[in-house]
């Protein structure tokens, strides 16, 4: 199942076709994505149980990367797993780098291992 989780419109929209930024949820998939088949950043992730999922892996192809896309996609899981009361498991040091960096307080609020 597909679900738009949020869009962007920003400096960013003049690297796509369409106006706005789409992060797009697949749950079949179990990623967060934006961009095209050419140019397609993803955060992964797997469930560990049906209150728990792991942030494992995120990934930019070059031609996106530096512009702010890995923080979009890291926004969008953490904003998901807010929203369906999850906890959060980080193991992708992408993720783990911009918690650090962006020490939100509803973020590290969903943090499994704080």
Do not use: W
């Not at 179990?30 to 095209?36: A, H, P, R, T, W």
């Not at 892996?57 to 890995?70: A, D, F, K, N």
């Not at 959060?88 to 307080?105: I, Q």
Request: glycine fraction near 4%; proline fraction near 4%; include cysteine.
């Amino acid at each position: 199942m597909l679900k738009l989780v949020r869009s962007y419109s920003s400096s960013l929209s003049r690297m796509f076709s369409s106006a706005e930024i789409q992060v797009i949820h697949n749950q079949k998939l179990k990623e967060f994505s934006l961009g095209n088949s050419k140019d397609k950043a993803v955060l992964q992730y797997k469930e560990i149980s049906p209150s728990v999922i792991e942030l494992e892996h995120t990934i930019v192809p070059e031609s996106l990367q530096g512009q702010g896309i890995g923080k979009l996609l890291a926004e969008a899981a953490l904003e998901y797993a807010i929203d369906m009361k999850l906890k959060v498991k980080v193991s992708c040091d992408f993720v783990k780098t911009y918690l650090e960096k962006y020490p939100k307080p509803e973020f590290k609020a969903v943090l499994l291992d704080k």
